[in-house]
């Protein structure tokens, strides 16, 4: 499986490989990666996350982003999937040479990832400078019709533990811009939030 770089600027990415049950990255020689995820801690830049309509095919991609006004209504084709982008920040050697990854899709798996870590903190999201972090526990497989997809178990940091945007994203502005990855509907996976995890680098 081959992902397309997320929004056509040469970033350094993350994605999810549903169907293998990895994580995989871009390298700096236009490569890609499997990563194990699995206890990685993960910081996910919902302030600045993006819904649109996404589409992908063999050598092609076309992403577009909804606007906080924007309503879902019909999808540009019969290509097009609901999907969300934003970045996802990590400090484990693993992410290679960038800490800041995009990551982006359309698979239920990727939606229900993003929509159910955005609820696990939707209630502490008034603080722009705090990128809410989770760590990865485990990520299962599922047969789902004649394919199959993963659930993402994870827990969430206590909120004083959570990255700080001028530590791990200095050359980012800080423009919150939607609640947009709240607006998809979501079955999420069960979470915790344990006070007694080592949450410190």
């Known amino acids: 499986m081959h992902f397309p770089r997320p929004k056509?600027?040469?970033r350094p990415w993350i994605g999810l490989d549903a169907q293998a049950g990895?994580?995989?990255?871009s390298t700096p020689e236009g490569e890609q990666e499997v990563i194990d995820a699995k206890n990685l801690?993960?910081?996910l830049d919902l302030h600045n996350a993006q819904q649109g309509w996404l589409a992908l095919g063999k050598g092609f991609r076309d992403w577009l982003p909804l606007s906080a006004e924007d309503e879902w209504g019909e999808p540009p084709s019969t290509e097009h999937r609901p999907g969300i982008e934003l970045d996802l920040i990590c400090r484990d050697k693993v992410f290679g040479d960038a800490q800041v990854r995009v990551?982006?899709?359309?698979s239920l798996a990727v939606t229900n990832f993003i929509g159910a870590v955005a609820e696990a903190?939707?209630?502490n999201l008034d603080d722009a400078e705090a990128i809410p972090t989770i760590r990865i526990k485990d990520i299962k497989k599922r047969i789902i019709g004649k394919g199959s997809s993963v659930t993402i178990d994870f827990d969430v940091a206590p909120p004083d533990k959570w990255m700080r945007r001028k530590d791990v994203m200095p050359d980012a502005a800080e423009t919150p811009t939607t609640d947009a990855a709240t607006?998809?509907?979501v079955s999420p996976p069960t979470t915790t939030e344990d006070d007694d995890e080592n949450w410190d680098d």
């Not at 990895?22 to 990255?25: K, L, T």
Request: avoid cysteine; aromatic fraction near 16%.
């Open 183 to 185: 607006k998809s509907a």
């Open 41 to 43: 801690k993960f910081g």
């Open 8 to 10: 056509g600027d040469g």
């Open 121 to 123: 903190v939707n209630g």
């Open 22 to 25: 990895v994580f995989r990255i």
């Open 103 to 106: 990551f982006n899709g359309a």
